[in-house]
């Protein structure tokens, strides 16, 4: 076939092997950054991208792409307007991470209602303050409300709704109620899952429409009682209006999973709130979850490649011809 497709990232052995066992020839980047793309991808028909980003001096580096697929469920880092430019099919892996970032979200929400942060502050040096002083409730017939009911989105509904006995719900201008899991109540109200909900949870992508469309505004209208949940993109959240909302108290709790800046700024003064918890954008990396999204890459890649409709477009992108 003598196809090449480079990795800037290693990917599961599963789906070297099925790459591999199609004739398809692997090249192992020399790093992840923009340089090192542009240094490795001349010759190359087709990239699978991690942490990379598919920016347009990328795209004009590569002579021979006709495919990128992204790693993920996120492809905010792809230059979609690029892509189109150079004739370059763009696909994802939208539902390889779908069940590890849901279980994640409920993570999150269950470490907030306990206090977790603040507990395992002063647990060993006040064992009783921990135990019995610090404020934690219940998840169970709370308001979850959900910004976003796609793949994840949908999975955390269902996880509340029978796991947590919870009231769900969700605004999400993209779905219908017949579309959303039975049991949530979609609302065409955006506000309204910020003014009723003790867990407001996002689960959408970063577009046009959504960067930094949660900020000060939105947490104001929000329960002193309530927990801010994030495990989509950082982009989402206006961070500085975020800070000021925990670091005086508005809210009850915040989890973070993704922040405007990853990896992380060490100066990034939510860090050092006790209301709030943060972690290295890990809703996605579990096993399961990243053997999933290697094997649905491979599967694009050989789709775009050999001529067929790829399973998992981007829906952004308009029909691609490949040369």
């Known amino acids: ?157 269902i996880k509340a709704l029978h796991g947590f006995n919870m009231k769900v719900i969700a605004y999400d201008p993209y779905k219908t109620q017949a579309e959303v899991p039975e049991g949530v109540e979609l609302t065409d109200d955006f506000d309204r899952i910020f003014k009723e909900s003790d867990f407001v949870s996002l689960h959408c992508p970063a577009t046009e429409e959504t960067i930094g469309f949660v900020g000060k505004k939105q947490f104001e209208m929000m329960k002193p009682s309530a927990y801010f949940i994030n495990t989509a993109r950082g982009k989402l959240v206006k961070e500085d209006e975020l800070y000021e909302v925990m670091k005086n108290e508005r809210i009850a709790g915040a989890a973070l999973d993704v922040m405007l800046q990853e990896p992380v700024d060490p100066a990034n003064p939510l860090l050092h709130l006790d209301n709030v918890l943060v972690a290295p954008h890990i809703g996605a990396a579990t096993v399961e979850a990243t053997e999933r999204a290697s094997l649905h890459c491979a599967i694009g890649i050989d789709e775009v490649l050999s001529g067929k409709e790829p399973t998992w477009p981007i829906p952004e992108m308009k029909k691609i011809k490949i040369k």
Do not use: W
């Not at 290693?10 to 066992?21: D, F, K, N, V």
């Open 1 to 157: 076939m003598g196809f090449k497709i480079l990795l800037p990232q290693e990917i599961m052995p599963e789906a070297r092997e099925y790459l591999e066992s199609r004739g398809y020839e692997l090249i192992d980047g020399s790093g992840k950054e923009e340089e090192d793309l542009i240094r490795d991808i001349p010759g190359c028909d087709g990239i699978i991208v991690r942490l990379s980003k598919m920016s347009r001096a990328v795209f004009e580096a590569a002579d021979k792409l006709k495919v990128v697929v992204r790693h993920g469920a996120g492809y905010d880092t792809v230059d979609l307007d690029a892509a189109r430019d150079h004739n370059v099919m763009v696909c994802y892996a939208p539902v390889a991470n779908s069940m590890s970032v849901a279980e994640t979200a409920i993570m999150y929400m269950l470490n907030s209602s306990r206090n977790l942060k603040k507990v395992q502050k002063h647990f060993v040096d006040d064992f009783y303050y921990a135990k019995l002083k610090l404020h934690k409730v219940e998840m169970d017939k709370k308001t979850l409300g959900l910004v976003g009911v796609g793949n994840i989105g949908s999975r955390v509904a």
